[in-house]
């Protein structure tokens, strides 16, 4: 069937690690090779095609971030120069594709098990799934649980299922439907969308290099951050050296001469779950005395040790409208970024080591 529709270009994140772009959403499956989207003009005012780069798994459009930018420009400029007669928008034209594959290969206990071969035929299955819920959105789709870890839900998305880890394992079976799942697990389970991930077939770790396995989905180790896929031990490991940069090289370095300190790292003293716990605190032992210092939600805690030669805090930091505390010999400010932790530090220093730079 030939589909003509009037949308708007949004900018959004792509997923499956294009970044940022422009997308529009159309409402049926459409067959890639035939979209065309123009953003009519008028009269003497020319119009704009734009071609799509990519498309997502529905055949919808992406465009560069670029594109999305010069689609707003030019929806502007139509915007001014025809006044009443302006409808915003884009004509999209294209032919809808017909799903047609054999709903049981998707959406029954066998055909899944089958796709769960690879991650090729695994993501092939969850890719048939959101489109069979875009063709025909009024029925619903079977809900399974798939290694006791993923719930593939009746819209045809997935969620980490959070649970302990007995349940699955000993049923010996790697899919299973929905309600069977949630009468068997004893414990209470959440769904979410970040805790881990189904990486797409051909994802690679920017980390370690290597292709995503379907053991790692069977053990739940990927994660997904900032629409880029990693083995978890891969990102925490990656995570906890860049913090150790920002507070050695790029901070205390500043400060203090490299031979004039040494650190050492601490567990995280704001929370000590799965989100934080790769991220470390830092202990300085510096010719002045010993500083504790690691993040908390968005500040950066500081607090200067027993040791620490002594300086006023109300002198130094009276007019600083933060969190700061003195208990016993110990003394501690929050700062609202590495900027400030820098301007503290270095307020510090000079009180008690006049002579001294770095
Ligand atoms: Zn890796
Ligand atoms: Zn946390």
């Not at 900018?11 to 997308?23: E, N, P, R, S």
């Not at 299955?125 to 993923?150: C, M, Q, T, W």
């Not at 998305?157 to 880890?165: C, G, K, L, N």
Request: charged share 30%; aromatic share 14%.
């Amino acid at each position: 069937m030939h589909c003509v529709e009037r949308k708007r270009m949004e900018l959004t994140d792509l997923g499956d690690g294009k970044g940022i772009g422009g997308h529009i959403t159309l409402e049926k499956l459409a067959i890639p090779g035939t979209v065309k989207v123009v953003l009519k003009g008028k009269k003497n005012i020319p119009g704009m095609d734009f071609i799509p780069v990519s498309f997502d798994c529905y055949g919808h459009p992406n465009f560069t971030s670029e594109q999305e930018r010069l689609y707003s420009f030019k929806e502007e400029e139509l915007r001014r120069e025809l006044g009443e007669e302006y409808t915003p928008g884009a004509v999209i034209e294209y032919e809808e594709e017909v799903f047609d594959k054999l709903r049981v290969k998707f959406d029954s206990i066998k055909g899944l098990d089958r796709a769960l071969f690879n991650l090729e035929s695994l993501n092939e299955a969850l890719r048939d799934r959101k489109r069979f819920h875009k063709a025909y959105p009024k029925e619903p789709l079977n809900s399974f649980v798939i290694f006791g870890r993923y719930n593939l839900d009746e819209w045809g998305q997935v969620w980490a299922i959070e649970a302990p880890r007995t349940v699955m394992f000993n049923m010996g079976v790697d899919v299973l439907d929905y309600d069977t799942f949630k009468s068997n697990i004893k414990e209470v389970f959440s769904l979410t969308h970040d805790k881990f991930v189904i990486p797409p077939a051909d994802a690679v770790c920017p980390c370690c290099g290597k292709k995503f396995q379907m053991l790692d989905v069977v053990f739940g180790t990927v994660k997904r951050i900032d629409g880029k896929y990693y083995h978890d031990a891969c990102w925490c490991n990656y995570r906890k050296l860049l913090e150790i940069d920002k507070f050695t090289r790029q901070l205390m370095s500043r400060i203090y001469k490299e031979s004039d300190y040494k650190f050492e790292l601490l567990s995280n003293g704001y929370c000590n779950e799965d989100c934080c716990s790769h991220i470390p605190w830092f202990l300085f032992h510096t010719i002045d005395g010993d500083i504790v210092m690691g993040w908390r939600k968005r500040v950066i805690s500081i607090e200067w040790q027993g040791n620490y030669k002594p300086f006023d805090m109300k002198e130094l930091f009276g007019d600083e409208d933060v969190t700061k505390w003195e208990e016993g010999e110990k003394r501690g400010i929050h700062a609202w970024g590495a900027e400030k932790a820098f301007e503290y530090l270095q307020k510090v220093v000079e009180a008690v080591n006049p002579d001294y730079s770095a």
